[in-house]
């Protein structure tokens, strides 16, 4: 299938590790020109210089994507670079296993700087790259942006309030800019995954046990691999998706059908 993503300009947020690395290598396996986000500025370094090895023209860019500047750097950096910007992966995010750095609880029990941070990371992150990207996208008259969620954003996750009620946004956030720009031809869609095996997701998942009962609240019987949810943000940017507008898209092994 001929993706239709050679040379076009994708900026892939989260792109030094989990999903959003994976992406980062499947987009640049069809010959985009990758710029790879991530706070963690040399792990992007890191990842740019891989792409480069195998003969991707691809850049890196720190950033915060709860951080209003950085985010439009981020952005102007692409464009400066590549003069133009085709595909926003907003895949940055924290999740239900980031414990380390927030407290997941219920609203109750979660304190407020934990609940701001996540939803700032989570839902405000997003849109910040839409805020700077769709005016880019607008003027050259098409432009795709793929919002990275979770079936959490669909299904409730007992005792992770903040986190279930970010993902719901950027859900919500993907239907309503698909509407409204729709007609200056810019596509909006939203993948909501369940389980990536991903160092994120490993903080939690300790031992063989817990990666099986990880697994076994779908289908499948597994979590998936970030290339399997990577795989599914290259077919929403490519001219095989070009009619498809405003959709959640659950990549969970079957987990919200049952």
Not at 156 to 166: E, F, H
Not at 193 to 215: F, K, Y
Not at 236 to 251: E, F, M, Q, T
């Amino acid at each position: 299938m001929n993706t239709g993503l050679d040379a076009k300009v994708v900026v892939i947020t989260g792109g030094a590790s989990g999903q959003g690395l994976a992406a980062t290598e499947l987009f640049a396996a069809e010959g985009a020109k990758v710029i790879v986000a991530d706070w963690n500025e040399a792990g992007a370094q890191a990842q740019a210089k891989a792409l480069q090895d195998k003969g991707a023209d691809a850049i890196a860019v720190g950033v915060d994507v709860a951080d209003e500047s950085a985010v439009k750097g981020m952005i102007d950096a692409a464009v400066s670079r590549f003069g133009r910007l085709d595909v926003l992966f907003n895949n940055a995010g924290v999740g239900f296993s980031s414990t380390n750095r927030f407290k997941m609880a219920n609203v109750v029990e979660t304190p407020v700087a934990d609940w701001d941070a996540i939803i700032a990371i989570n839902l405000k992150g997003p849109a910040l790259g839409c805020k700077f990207a769709l005016p880019v996208m607008a003027e050259q008259g098409a432009g795709v942006i793929i919002n990275n969620a979770s079936i959490n954003g669909l299904v409730a996750l007992s005792g992770a309030d903040a986190y279930t009620a970010s993902k719901g946004g950027v859900v919500a956030l993907t239907r309503v800019m698909a509407a409204d720009w729709g007609p200056k031809g810019i596509r909006v869609n939203c993948i909501c995954p369940g389980g990536v095996d991903t160092p994120m997701i490993n903080q939690a998942l300790v031992d063989d046990a817990a990666r099986a009962a990880a697994g076994a609240g779908n289908p499948l019987r597994r979590i998936a691999q970030p290339s399997e949810i990577a795989s599914v943000a290259v077919f929403l940017a490519s001219d095989a998706a070009s009619y498809v507008n405003g959709v959640i898209i659950p990549v969970d092994g079957g987990a919200t059908a049952i």
